[in-house]
């Protein structure tokens, strides 16, 4: 892994480095990628995380203006800019659902002794405290929504429709809850707590629509007459489009609760359980600054090098005063730059030129194997025509030439000359080629072939590639001078 803003190749530095690798090696916290966009990347160089930092005390402020750093697989990796931003300062938007127990239980009317003076108001009393405490924490931009549910009825939006944060009016009471959500008179049953909590939850996801965001805060004592396992939370991440789900679970251990059921309910989220209800106002309150969105984080890279693959992945981290914060590789599947005008050009030549290797190759040998044919086809006429009925034989005298006073002895009906010790009549001359000419004997007279040679065949001076010879006339081939003659 190679961080980008790491000083490498200057050799008098090198234990400064070993030194603030180790320091990397020691996180302070962890980095948990929430979003990413790739959209701008082949076009820009861009890449733009939201990220969620937290150390082991909660959430991690203030990384807006410490070291962010990308960790790629490619070493020349660099950044050219690099803008973080708290969420809430880059503009996202969070979209909050408060759902209340309002069942017998909680609206005070399933107790007996009321004169307790921590039981003189009801638990939605504090509760309602608490929920009047969470407004302040929410941008202009935020929405929110409360609903509630009781043993028989539920309700995504009973007490407040979805509206933006700062003109919605959070100040309820318990009969605004008695009014809005028909709590039993008591004794009824225990709600199917996790089908009642998926519908409600579900009813308000597909009605938030460009959030990047969503908060699901629940009050509740955890009764249920149906089980809840952990999972239950999973499939409704799938229904919050392009926005991620946060759960926060307050859970009140002074009425009728259940423990279980309330540690399944905050699985996949935080639970914060108030002992008594007096406690429900500083739990809720609590929440307040995770609600706001304490530690989550926009950071945009603008990225020098081409970081490409089909398969690439990335680590992000921060570093200040308090150490570093990184998170685990990210897979960012396919990245891709746009290729500049230059790359174009050369690759396009680079096409061109294979292209026309290729065709060249198949050329040659398409007319290498047309040669061999033909030449199989020649030996084999000429093993099958044992019988001459020809001229007198003649020979090749060679006057000129590394094989100078050389004579030859055309014997065969299909002689082949050369520099090719596989040739009938070898000629040791380097300017003459493997397989130079042949000498046929073809309507009982000789005729002289250039076998595509590279030097070519001159007879009396003029270049020819196929001849009837004569007795007496000169062949030149390369730098050897012979003399046909008849015998």
Not at 120 to 128: I, R, T, V
Not at 265 to 285: C, Q, S, W
Request: net charge neutral.
């Amino acid at each position: 892994m190679v961080w980008t803003r790491a000083v490498a190749g200057v050799p008098a530095l090198a234990m400064l480095l070993a030194a603030s690798q180790a320091a990397l090696a020691a996180d302070a916290g962890k980095v948990e990628v929430r979003t990413f966009n790739a959209d701008s990347y082949r076009e820009k160089g861009e890449l733009t995380f939201t990220v969620d930092v937290k150390d082991d005390s909660g959430p991690v402020d203030a990384l807006d203006k410490a070291q962010w750093m990308l960790g790629v697989g490619e070493p020349n990796a660099e950044l050219t800019a690099v803008a973080p931003q708290t969420f809430r300062a880059s503009g996202g938007i969070t979209s909050v659902l408060v759902v209340l127990s309002a069942t017998g239980s909680m609206m005070g009317q399933d107790e007996s002794d009321t004169t307790a003076k921590d039981r003189k108001q009801p638990p939605m009393h504090y509760a309602l405290e608490g929920l009047a405490a969470l407004k302040p924490a929410l941008a202009k931009q935020d929405k929110i929504t409360v609903g509630c549910y009781d043993e028989a009825t539920l309700g995504a939006d009973k007490l407040v429709k979805m509206q933006g944060a700062g003109s919605a009016n959070l100040a309820k009471t318990v009969e605004d809850v008695r009014s809005a959500c028909h709590p039993d008179e008591g004794g009824g049953e225990p709600p199917r707590l996790k089908t009642v909590l998926s519908n409600v939850i579900s009813d308000w996801l597909v009605r938030n629509k460009e959030v990047d965001r969503c908060v699901v805060v629940i009050v509740t004592d955890g009764n249920s007459k149906e089980a809840i396992d952990g999972d239950w939370w999973r499939p409704l991440q799938a229904k919050a489009g392009r926005a991620w789900l946060e759960l926060y679970v307050v859970g009140l251990a002074d009425a009728a609760f259940d423990p279980a059921k309330l540690e399944a309910l905050a699985k996949g989220g935080v639970l914060r359980r108030a002992e008594k209800r007096t406690n429900l106002p500083d739990e809720i309150g609590a929440l307040a600054p995770l609600v706001a969105g304490a530690g989550l984080y926009r950071v945009q890279y603008t990225v020098a090098d081409s970081i490409k693959g089909p398969d690439v992945s990335l680590v992000l981290a921060a570093k200040d005063a308090r150490g570093l914060f990184r998170s685990d590789p990210v897979p960012m599947g396919q990245l891709q730059r746009k290729s500049s005008w230059l790359r174009v050009v050369i690759l396009v030549a680079a096409i061109l030129v294979g292209a026309a290797f290729l065709v060249l190759l198949i050329r040659y040998l398409v007319a290498a194997a047309a040669e061999r044919r033909r030449r199989r086809e020649e030996e084999a006429a000429a093993a099958a025509n044992q019988q001459y009925d020809g001229p007198a034989r003649g020979r090749l005298i060679v006057r000129d030439g590394p094989a100078k006073n050389q004579s030859f002895p055309l014997i065969d009906d299909l002689t082949y000359v050369g520099r090719s010790a596989e040739n009938h009549v070898v000629i040791p001359d380097k300017t003459v080629s493997k397989r130079h000419m042949s000498i046929r004997i073809h309507d009982r007279t000789y005729q002289l072939e250039d076998l595509q040679s590279v030097a070519g065949v001159y007879v009396n001076g003029q270049k020819v590639v196929k001849v009837h010879l004569k007795d007496g006339d000169s062949i030149r081939m390369g730098s050897t001078e012979m003399q046909f003659r008849l015998a």
